[in-house]
């Protein structure tokens, strides 16, 4: 398997095959200044942010004519680096290539840049049968080769400076280092200047003779030996090489294309077959115990070695052996105090298993719950936290001293929660940790405080990195900081809430502070945390490794003690479902964003454009997709890129980019707008920003001047317009004027008619008032002495004359309904005329119906009706009494006139302020007609033809009016042949 020097490797192919590339032929590779990297292939140009691959071709190159690439080479009169195709076209290599030389000749100056126009350059012999020298450029001078001599020639004069005999060996290689050139043969190396080849020495020959690789677009060499690669620097003491790569055959992958990052230890190589590989270093190492590959608790064993839970004990190489006999405990607590001695906790029972011993014998310690946290404090003493197992709501705190001639389990205090996680200060405090929060206790008066900033979150560990900061890990909760003893922090989430789960908390010796969760590991600044505690910063870079880093599993391991081991060489371990993973914190060196953002391209309609740094897009468009690029070759979830739109009344709030880095508006009004994009760069947690304007240009009549034009036009016809208006309204005043004159005398006249017409009314008034007393006085006498008289003979006749009876019984009854329908008009004219000054009153309704009933009983047995009172003493009416009196008269009055051998009941139901007054007869009902108009006309009033339809007489009307005065209402219900049911609702 290769390997990346004397470290662990991944690697990654991309291919044809996969899409990624237009052509698996790599021959150059060469990187810009804005970190892009750009391979030169036989099917056009490539650029590689780190994520994504964009081809140039002839489809997006104007005027190129072929795709097939040579080889990049730089140009030493200036900057950047060239390509030319097979055609002699040159392009520069730059964000957005153009054709820099468009009629390829070979005899072209940037074709004779350097002449090193391969990657692996062996001059033999047969390389003469074809040319008379071999050129090489360097800066503005040529070191010209010939078979038995070197020249040195000078470009700009075009004269030989100096020059000396030597008989170039076979396959002599070439390569360029700092400006300067050096000659191989076989395993020697060489100076060469323009007097003479110095003989140079490399440090740590290898075996093989080996080849040299160059990338001349950047000045890079590399040796390649024994299935190894090195790359070489030169400094005034000679070459010197740095293994990067080893265990990988070069010749066989036909890799021809090398660039190594030296920053990043990041080796990139093209072959020209099999695409192009990118080999990163693996920091991270996970080793696993097939017998129990699941590990918790971790402490130093030794100065390389970690003891588990379990008795494992794995050196950081990854030499694993086991404690014989096996520890008795559980996986999750174990502590090794200052006499070297092992602790372990095994539910109820601690253990000591003796250093002395070689770790064969134990001390138990028994205690009345199970126990559920330990730590060693700075004294060595022992902390202990129990819980109860029936409740999990109350627990024990207990600390034991392992220097004592005979240890003890001492009593600290009793909880009222599950203690789960220690820490113990210098003086008398102690942190607790629980399921329910974060717990301060005073060992001295036992006073117990929670933590209101931590509130009731699940507390997994506690971390003292010095007196003064002490970390608090949460499940869903993230991370705390209790800051100089005072206030207490909760830091953000990362993007994802991986952190959110926090297993533990590891200070490195850089200043780095490393949290493993569920998800991943995070690597923070410490620095960076605290500026944000301070509240110097508002947000936190989160440095991300998954197990494409190099560790089995994304899943570790927490809520055991300890959690993790700082070993004295650097190396950190962590433990995980598969194993424990190590890591060397000095030497992790992380990828950050660093790189600028960069934006050029965009599509419109899906339609590509290129911009600078204004894009200017048609007010029709539907889309626009404007894409950003970071070139970034770590972990994609360390980089983030945020946009926010800003101006023409659109102020947007920062929105994250999709995943590969783009963002799209479909509705932009015309205007001028910044779209900014930013990034956090690293740990220091500052934003890189890009700032794009977009220009959305008006149409012509959304333009200023036409706006103006516009304004000044509207202006123009208001004023014309008001002047017309005024004209016109002076013509019309003097018109209306003559109107009103002529108006106000007829006014005058209509007044005077008027007045003479209330005084003629008022006589009339007066006069019908009298009149109606007159004819009322004089019919209601009669009327009622004939109803006397006729009731008098009706119950004095001789019973023998049936038909004599009978015409007394009629005379007597239609005598009694015409009076009392006589004075019922009475009375309802005089309330009618006088509705505007109705008196109130308040009475017993039983009595008035009971009045009633006395009044219309002989009528009713004349009828053989019963007549029944069921209302209730205890209900008042509080209205006018005449006026009920009216409305009851006329309802009975009705139910008798329809009612023969029946029964006509009154009762009543008072809810809270309303009343409803029942009255049923057992009489000949109504058919459906007749029912319909009387519910109609109880609802609304009908026309003056819906009015005289059905009516029989008024006295439904007077009912309804009468009604409306005391703001009532009616309902009814009825069925011929079986009698009718009237509910009055009254309001009092």
């Known amino acids: 398997m290769p390997a990346f020097g004397q470290q662990e490797r991944s690697y990654k192919w991309y291919t044809s095959d996969n899409g990624e590339l237009p052509q698996n032929s790599v021959k150059s590779i060469v990187p810009d200044k804005l970190g892009f990297i750009w391979l030169v292939t036989e099917d056009g140009l490539v650029r590689f942010d780190g994520q994504q691959f964009k081809v140039y071709n002839s489809e997006n190159i104007k005027g190129l004519k072929s795709n097939r690439m040579k080889f990049a080479k730089k140009l030493y009169s200036g900057e950047g680096n060239y390509v030319s195709n097979d055609l002699g076209q040159i392009l520069k290599i730059e964000t957005d290539p153009k054709l820099y030389y468009k009629d390829g000749k070979d005899i072209h100056a940037l074709n004779e840049t350097g002449r090193l126009f391969g990657n692996n350059i062996k001059i033999s012999a047969s390389f003469f049968k074809y040319y008379r020298r071999y050129d090489v450029l360097i800066k503005d001078k040529v070191f010209q080769f010939y078979p038995d001599s070197i020249s040195y020639f000078s470009v700009s004069t075009k004269k030989r400076i100096s020059g000396y005999p030597h008989k170039l060996s076979l396959d002599s290689e070439l390569f360029v280092l700092n400006n300067t050139l050096y000659l191989k043969s076989k395993k020697q190396y060489f100076e060469v200047t323009p007097q003479k080849l110095v003989p140079t020495r490399i440090d740590q020959q290898t075996e093989e003779d080996g080849s040299i690789y ?146 064969t014998t134990s001390d138990r310690w028994t205690l009345q719950y199970f126990m559920s946290a330990v730590y060693k404090d700075e004294k060595g003493r022992i902390w202990i936290g129990t819980t109860d197992s029936k409740t999990y709501k109350k627990g024990q705190l207990y600390v034991i001293d392992p220097n004592a001639i005979a240890p003890k389990l001492v009593p600290i205090a009793d909880l009222n929660f599950s203690p789960n996680s220690i820490y113990k200060d210098r003086n008398s405090g102690v942190l607790i940790g629980s399921p329910s929060g974060l717990y301060h206790m005073n060992t001295e008066t036992k006073y117990i405080t929670p933590n209101s900033v931590i509130g009731e979150s699940y507390i997994r560990g506690i971390h003292c990195s010095d007196r003064n900061n002490i970390w608090v890990y949460t499940y869903n909760n993230g991370l705390f900081l209790i800051r100089n003893h005072q206030g207490t922090t909760h830091f953000p989430f990362d993007k994802n809430k991986y952190i959110r789960s926090a297993h533990c908390v590891v200070e490195d010796q850089k200043g780095f502070i490393w949290i493993p969760t569920n998800k991943g590991l995070f690597q923070i600044s410490r620095q960076s945390l605290f500026d944000y505690a301070d509240k110097k910063q508002k947000t936190i870079y989160y440095h991300y490794y998954n197990k494409s880093s190099g560790f089995s599993t994304n899943e570790f391991n927490g809520g055991c003690f300890p959690c993790a081991t700082n070993l004295p060489n650097g190396y950190i371990a962590l433990p995980s479902f598969e194993g424990l993973t190590f890591f060397d914190s000095k030497k992790v060196t992380p990828i950050l964003p660093t790189n600028p953002i960069y934006s050029n391209e965009a599509k419109v309609d899906d339609r590509s454009v290129t911009f600078n740094d204004t894009l200017v897009i048609n007010r029709d468009f539907s889309r626009v997709v404007i894409s950003f690029n970071s070139p970034f070759y770590g972990n994609p979830e360390n980089l983030t890129i945020e946009v926010r739109l800003d101006g023409n009344d659109v102020h947007q709030n920062w929105t994250k980019t999709n995943d590969n880095h783009t963002i799209s508006y479909t509705t932009l009004y015309p205007g001028e707008y910044t779209l900014t994009a930013r990034k956090l760069r690293g740990f220091d947690s500052q934003y890189d920003y890009k700032t794009i304007t977009i220009i959305v240009p008006p149409a012509f009549w959304q333009t200023t001047w036409f706006k103006s034009l516009l304004i000044l036009t509207v202006s123009l016809l208001i004023y014309y317009g008001f002047r017309q208006r005024t004209k016109y309204i002076r013509h019309r005043n003097l018109l209306l004027e003559k109107r009103i004159s002529h108006r106000t005398a007829e006014l005058k006249s209509t007044i005077t008619a008027l007045t003479r017409t209330q005084t003629d009314l008022s006589e009339q008034i007066h006069s019908h008032k009298k009149l109606i007393g007159s004819i009322t006085h004089d019919i209601k006498s009669p009327l009622k002495y004939m109803a006397l008289t006729g009731k008098y003979l009706y119950e004095n006749l001789d019973r023998d004359n049936p038909d004599f009876q009978e015409n007394i019984k009629t005379m007597y009854t239609s005598s009694f309904e015409l009076y009392h329908f006589v004075n019922n008009l009475l009375e309802y004219s005089k309330i009618y005329l006088n509705k505007d000054n109705l008196q109130n009153e308040a009475f017993v309704l039983r009595d008035l119906i009971n009045e009633k009933i006395k009044l219309f009983d002989p009528i009713a047995k004349s009828k053989r009706n019963v007549l029944e009172n069921n209302i209730s003493d205890a209900i008042y009416l509080n209205l006018n009494k005449q006026l009920f009196t009216i409305i009851l008269h006329n309802l009975l009055d009705n139910a008798i006139k329809n009612t023969v051998d029946g029964t006509i009941r009154f009762s009543a139901v008072q809810d809270g302020d309303s009343i409803r007054i029942i009255l049923t007869d057992t009489g000949c009902g109504m058919h459906a007609e007749m029912l319909e108009y009387y519910q109609t006309l109880a609802q609304k009033m009908k026309s003056e033809n819906d009015r005289k339809q059905f009516t029989k007489g008024i006295g439904f009307h007077i009912i309804i009016e009468l009604l409306h005065l005391v703001y009532g209402d009616i309902t009814l219900e009825s069925e011929v042949g079986k009698g009718t049911t009237i509910t009055l609702n009254l309001k009092q």
């Open 214 to 359: 160059i990338n001349n677009a950047v000045d890079q060499a590399f040796l390649y030996a024994n299935q190894k690669l090195y790359y070489l620097t030169a400094d005034q003491n000679g070459l010197h090489k740095k293994l990067i790569l080893s265990n990988f055959d070069v010749e066989k992958q036909k890799v021809h294309a090398f660039y190594y990052n030296t920053k990043l230890n990041i080796l990139y190589l093209g072959s020209l077959t099999k695409g192009f590989l990118i080999i990163r270093p693996e920091y991270f190492k996970s080793y696993v115990d097939e017998q129990d590959p699941v590990t918790y608790s971790n402490v130093l064993f030794d100065s390389t070695r970690v003891l588990t839970g379990k008795g494992q004990i794995i050196d950081y190489r990854g030499t694993i052996k086991h404690l014989t006999p096996p520890l008795k405990g559980e996986k999750f607590f174990s502590v090794i105090d200052n006499n070297g001695d092992i602790w372990t906790l095994d539910i109820r029972n601690l253990y000591r298993y003796k250093k002395s011993t070689n770790y």
